[in-house]
Nanobody
Framework: QVQLVESGGGLVQAGGSLRLSCAAS????????MGWFRQAPGKEREFVGA????????YYADSVKDRFTISRDNAKNTVYLQMNSLKPEDTAVYYC??????????????????WGQGTQVIVSS
């Protein structure tokens, strides 16, 4: 079992930055993909970005590319989502998720095995 705990959400003005953290514990050795998703009020949960261990690569949704960056601290078993140039449309609950396989799409939330509780991000205009 793997536990994921997000932190770092809050209220920020448009143009500002936030860094979200996702701390993993438990059987983390079998995690091959870490993903970030978000759900805005009245909308479905959507893919934000992902990191794949096999390729050491990161992937981003077009809506956040060049503004958001995923990084990892292996010693702390923590994944970060650095969000810059935030826009009001980035307002959402952000979730981190872990996938045990690298052979399934990182884009689809149903392919993820573990989820955090979510952290709220509000971007004011």
């Amino acid at each position: 079992q793997v536990q994921l705990v997000e932190s770092g959400g809050g209220l920020v003005q448009a143009g500002g930055s936030l860094r979200l953290s996702c701390a993993a514990s438990g059987r983390t050795f079998n995690i091959y993909t870490m993903g970030w998703f978000r759900q805005a009020p009245g909308k479905e949960r959507e893919f934000v970005g992902a990191w794949r261990r096999s390729a050491g690569s990161t992937y981003y949704a077009d809506s956040v590319k060049d503004r958001f960056t995923i990084s990892r601290d292996n010693a702390k078993n923590t994944v970060y989502l650095q969000m810059n140039s935030l826009k009001p449309e980035d307002t959402a609950v952000y979730y981190c998720a872990a996938q045990r396989s690298s052979r399934t799409s990182y884009l689809l939330q149903e392919n993820y095995d573990y989820w955090g509780q979510g952290t709220q991000v509000i971007v004011s205009s």
